[in-house]
């Protein structure tokens, strides 16, 4: 009879242990490679969140543009060196689709389908934000009539030579300034826009922060951008364009046979979770979740005008767009 009560003491002791450290599985050391298309701070942030829910989780971050980490995806294949692709506009995970694995998150259910891949019975991507395109301004360079106020202005000879955007051929969110631009008055004005004087750099950050110190006038650049600068005391305001702005998103992704499977996994179920999506906002990004508010200095997405923003047709004309805007850009 004692030595039951024995064996029956060291089992419960033991099932103690495994509870109080939240499970055998969960004490296992991984690994995780997030290759991100947001900058690294961006990154970083979410990271170190993650890893505070799972700390036997070490978490190493590659930040590249967009189209880099298209570049990756593809040569890498079939073995993968990263394991997640974070903040990719959808265009661009539509371009690397064969190279994604699908997952059905523990969040799925609460994920509207316009902000999941739906084009399989797995999905391979799910939103995590909404880079909503906006125009940026310097408040000490411009007042009154000079504020730009659509998208047509950036072809505005007043503005000649106080423009900087960023390359669409090296920054995603570029790419999909350009075919708004297209969509709304065709290639003959993105020509015009860099006819005007315009500079390009390869960094979508790099022109709002030339703008918030003074070198340049305008830039056009995702709100979280915006927000962050205002926030910090730039003296920068912003305006939606006149004619609207596309309503695309970004999201994230498990790169298929990728090495930390599991790790990918539940780095998934955090980002789709409603702690999440409020580090996602907590970076200036508007999510895609209903139960986390708008970042502050934004407004509400039903006081903003939209026009669809077709992933599939962005994602087919991009090398096409890219390659015609090249020949703008060195003449």
Not at 52 to 65: C, F, Y
Request: proline residues 4%.
């Amino acid at each position: 009879m004692k030595k039951t009560i024995s064996v029956l003491l060291v089992m419960f002791a033991a099932l103690m242990f495994v509870f109080a450290n939240g499970g055998a599985e969960s004490q296992e050391k991984m690994n995780l490679i997030i290759y991100s298309a947001g900058t690294e701070e961006e990154a970083q942030t979410v990271a170190d969140a993650f890893c505070e829910k799972n700390p036997n989780i070490e978490v190493t971050i590659i930040q590249a543009s967009s189209g880099d980490i298209v570049t990756r995806a593809k040569t890498e294949w079939p073995q993968p060196e990263g394991d997640v692709v974070f903040l990719m506009g959808s265009e661009n995970l539509d371009q690397i689709e064969e190279q994604l694995a699908g997952y059905k998150t523990k969040n799925d259910k609460k994920i509207k389908d316009e902000y999941k891949d739906t084009k399989h019975d797995t999905p391979k991507y799910y939103a995590t934000s909404m880079p909503l395109q906006a125009i940026m301004y310097n408040t000490e360079l411009l007042k009154g009539d000079m504020i730009p106020k659509a998208w047509k202005d950036l072809a505005d000879p007043k503005y000649r030579g106080m423009i900087e955007l960023a390359n669409p051929a090296t920054s995603g969110s570029a790419y999909a300034q350009l075919y708004q631009m297209k969509c709304l008055y065709g290639m003959e004005f993105v020509k015009a826009v860099a006819e005007n004087g315009t500079v390009y750099v390869s960094s979508s950050t790099k022109g709002p922060k030339d703008v918030a110190r003074g070198e340049f006038a305008i830039s056009v650049t995702g709100e979280a951008n915006i927000a962050q600068l205002i926030a910090d005391g730039s003296p920068v305001a912003y305006v939606h364009p006149a004619e609207g702005t596309g309503l695309r998103t970004e999201g994230c992704a498990i790169l298929q046979n990728c090495r930390n499977e599991k790790a990918a996994q539940l780095f998934m179920d955090f980002i789709t979770s409603k702690d999440g999506f409020a580090v996602v906002s907590s970076l200036g990004r508007r999510t895609v979740s209903t139960e986390v508010p708008s970042p502050e200095h934004l407004p509400a997405l039903k006081d903003m005008k939209f026009y669809e923003y077709n992933t599939d047709e962005a994602a087919s004309l991009k090398k096409s767009l890219q390659k015609e805007f090249s020949t703008y850009i060195m003449n």
